[in-house]
């Protein structure tokens, strides 16, 4: 079985909809492709935070890129911190989705 992120409750394994709250529990098949970490991981390497807006995570690639441009103001050698983490962050994201649509 499996759980409602947004309730919690149980829900049967092929569910696409939530019975209970109406939240959609997962993509119908085929709706959801295959994301190539390698690629996420070198738009991060061009452009900080894109490989994040690549996987889907758009939160998550504003706030790389509003942290890189923080970094660059205050201390520049943080920048590539922060570049190597999303980065990392876009790989591992995408073999994450990759694993969980398979």
Do not use: H, R
């Amino acid at each position: 079985m499996v759980y409602c992120k947004n309730c919690g409750k149980e829900v049967a394994d092929g569910a696409v909809i939530c019975p209970n709250c109406g939240v959609q529990i997962s993509a119908l098949k085929g709706e959801q492709k295959e994301k190539s970490p390698t690629l996420a991981a070198l738009l991060s390497l061009l452009i900080v935070g894109v490989g994040q807006f690549y996987n889907g995570d758009w939160l998550k690639g504003f706030g790389f890129m509003v942290a890189s441009v923080f970094c660059a103001l205050i201390f520049f050698p943080l920048v590539v911190v922060v570049w190597v983490a999303a980065m990392a962050d876009a790989y591992l994201t995408a073999q994450k989705k990759n694993e969980e649509i398979s």
